[in-house]
Antibody
Framework: EVQLVETGGSLVQPGKSLKLTCATS????????MHWVRQSPEKQLEWVAQ??????????YYAESVKGRFTISRDDSKSSVYLQMNSLKEEDTAIYYC??????WGQGVMVTVSS | DVVMTQTPLSLPISLGDQASFSCRSS???????????LAWYLQKSGLSPQILIY???NRFSGVPDRFSGSGSGTDFTLKISRVEPEDLGVYYC?????????FGAGTKLELK
């Protein structure tokens, strides 16, 4: 069974950093393309970032709204994907979901950016 | 960015009725590889989105056959043949042909 478990959500001040972790199991992680998607308090879903597999040179892609501030990475030895979020803004407040190929989703983790 | 427009915003329905959801994209979702990456999701209250349909019309594993997807190019439809209580929630479409990938705003399926 595919499992995706996000951790690392928190209340953080604007301008600070936070790192989310998605621990996975139940599939061959090293071959998987992984994504982060977020959902605003207004319930709008927004794709955030993607990382491809080693065979695709770990290519990464980002939404314009997070480019230069967020970094997606992975550790195939730990079957985990990460989202490093720097220079956080209030508009980054959302539930962050880790997804396997946009098909399987984790339960999500809340990030609140507020002073 | 590709804009995904879902209509209606809300769909009041009676159990057992057919439901139809529309999703239109601002440009064709046909990829150069011949596939069209349009998916449908249902988000029930308090839960993560769950995939129903991928590549326009393919039901994901375990999805009942009362769900069907159709369309091409820029115009897509999700239908539920007979709505059951567990089908209530918000339906989203997603295009992942063009970066950045984009979602529609959702259609809320609720009881009349």
């Amino acid at each position: 069974e595919v499992q995706l478990v996000e951790t690392g959500g928190s209340l953080v001040q604007p301008g600070k950093s936070l790192k989310l972790t998605c621990a996975t199991s139940g599939f061959t992680f090293s071959n998987a393309w992984m994504h982060w998607v977020r959902q605003s308090p207004e319930k709008q879903l927004e794709w955030v970032a993607q990382i491809k597999a080693k065979s695709n040179n770990y290519a990464t892609y980002y939404a314009e709204s997070v480019k230069g501030r967020f970094t997606i990475s992975r550790d195939d030895s730990k079957s985990s994907v990460y989202l490093q979020m720097n220079s956080l803004k209030e508009e980054d407040t959302a539930i962050y979901y880790c997804t396997l190929q946009l098909a399987h989703w984790g339960q999500g983790v809340m990030v609140t950016v507020s002073s | 960015d590709v804009v995904m427009t879902q209509t209606p915003l809300s769909l009041p329905i009676s159990l057992g009725d057919q439901a139809s959801f529309s999703c239109r994209s601002s440009q064709s979702l046909l990829h150069s590889n011949g596939n069209t990456y349009l998916a449908w999701y249902l988000q029930k209250s308090g839960l993560s989105p769950q995939i129903l349909i991928y590549r326009i019309s393919n039901r994901f594993s375990g999805v009942p056959d009362r769900f069907s997807g159709s369309g091409s190019g820029t115009d897509f439809t999700l239908k539920i043949s007979r709505v059951e209580p567990e089908d209530l929630g918000v339906y989203y479409c997603l295009q992942h042909t063009h970066l950045p990938y984009t979602f529609g705003a959702g259609t809320k399926l609720e009881l009349k």
